[in-house]
Every structure is written in C-alpha cells, then in structure tokens.
C-alpha cells in the first residue's frame, strides 16, 4: 500500500488495526440500531445514529475502500459495491433524519445490518490475510482521524472516493459541526 513510511525510531507502528477498528465501529452501531427500534420516535436517538454512520461511512470510503482497491484481487469490484450500498444507506439516513418512525428506524437497522454482514464476510477478512500489520495499523490510525473529522449528517451526493471525498468531507463536516453546535443537536452515542 501506498503508506508513508515507519517511524524511525523503534519502528513500531502504534495504534489499532483498521480491522479491529471497523469491527468495534460495527458493534457500537448495531447497538445504536437495537435501541433505535426499541425507541423509534426517540429524536435524540435518530440523530446520533445518524451521526455515527455518517462518520463511520465517509471514514470507510476514504480509507478503508481504498486499501480493498489496492490489495484485494476483484478490490475494484467489491469496492464499488460497497460504494453503491453506502450511496443508499446515506439516504436512508436522511429519510430517517426527517422522519425518526418505526418503519424508518427498521429500513436502517435492516441497511446496517447488511453493510456490517458484507464487510465482515468479504472485506475485513481478506485484509487481514493479504496486508502486514504495520499498513493496518496505518490505515487504522487514518481512519479514526478520518472518522472525527468526517460530516454528521448524510451526503449521498457528495464525492466518495479520494482524493475529492478527502477534501470535500472535512469541509462539508465544519458545516455540519457548525449546524450542531447551533442546534444543540446531540451526535455521539456516550452523550445520550
């Protein structure tokens, strides 16, 4: 992969892996979905999952579909396929974000359910077999900080792959941040 390279002094690479990263991401926003059907017309709830995905799917478009892209055989494919299902779930996020009803909070809970399945069966694993540890850790690094500066409300027309989506997400997000901060709306799951 097209990293930059090890720190030079010690050479190990620090943080969490990418896999380990997304698979956590992947259990907290199950989670987040579980509640939301138990809590469908809870509007606070709509809005951090909202949030999290929003984060959680530009994070993975800018980092995550780029490394299946160059390391995977059939990356191209498995990729665009995912870009395409994450293209639909942005917007059910935002049929969710006007309407938080039962019916809404199901078509996401459904959509996360698919997208966490096709990730943990196709990409994470052939990951792990194909690239080193250190390049994981990298791209783990990457995505965490990718992930905070990532928008909070969904963008399905937005760009979805690099190098437009690493540019325009962080700026699309300083206005989403800004709208938050205005609105008092709340984005986080530990601040329910």
């Given at each position: 992969?097209?990293?930059?390279?090890?720190?030079?002094?010690g050479?190990?690479?620090?943080?969490?892996?990418?896999?380990?990263?997304?698979?956590?991401?992947?259990?907290?926003?199950?989670?987040?979905?579980?509640?939301?059907?138990?809590?469908?017309?809870?509007?606070?709830?709509?809005?951090?999952?909202?949030?999290?995905?929003?984060?959680?799917?530009?994070?993975?478009?800018?980092?995550?579909?780029?490394?299946?892209?160059?390391?995977?055989?059939?990356?191209?494919?498995?990729?665009?396929?995912?870009?395409?299902?994450?293209?639909?779930?942005?917007?059910?996020?935002?049929?969710?974000?006007?309407?938080?009803?039962?019916?809404?909070a199901?078509?996401?809970?459904?959509?996360?359910?698919?997208?966490?399945?096709?990730?943990?069966?196709?990409?994470?694993?052939?990951?792990?077999?194909?690239?080193?540890?250190?390049?994981?850790?990298?791209?783990?690094?990457?995505f965490?900080?990718?992930?905070?500066?990532?928008?909070?409300?969904?963008?399905?027309?937005?760009?979805?792959?690099?190098?437009?989506?690493?540019?325009?997400?962080?700026?699309?997000?300083?206005?989403?941040?800004?709208?938050?901060?205005?609105?008092?709306?709340?984005?986080?799951?530990?601040?329910?």
């Amino acid at each position: 992969m097209n990293l930059p390279p090890l720190p030079p002094v010690g050479g190990e690479t620090t943080g969490r892996n990418v896999v380990d990263v997304v698979t956590e991401e992947h259990r907290k926003l199950q989670r987040l979905c579980d509640r939301l059907l138990a809590e469908p017309g809870d509007r606070r709830l709509a809005d951090v999952v909202v949030a999290e995905l929003s984060r959680h799917l530009s994070a993975e478009e800018q980092y995550l579909y780029p490394a299946v892209r160059r390391t995977v055989p059939g990356g191209d494919e498995l990729a665009a396929r995912e870009l395409a299902e994450d293209r639909q779930l942005l917007t059910t996020l935002q049929h969710l974000q006007k309407d938080p009803s039962p019916e809404r909070a199901r078509d996401v809970a459904e959509a996360v359910r698919r997208h966490v399945d096709a990730d943990a069966e196709e990409l994470l694993p052939v990951l792990v077999q194909m690239v080193p540890i250190e390049d994981l850790i990298r791209v783990g690094n990457r995505f965490e900080t990718a992930a905070e500066a990532a928008p909070t409300r969904p963008h399905p027309g937005t760009p979805s792959t690099p190098p437009w989506n690493k540019v325009v997400d962080p700026a699309v997000a300083v206005v989403d941040k800004l709208r938050d901060a205005v609105t008092r709306r709340t984005t986080y799951a530990k601040d329910l």
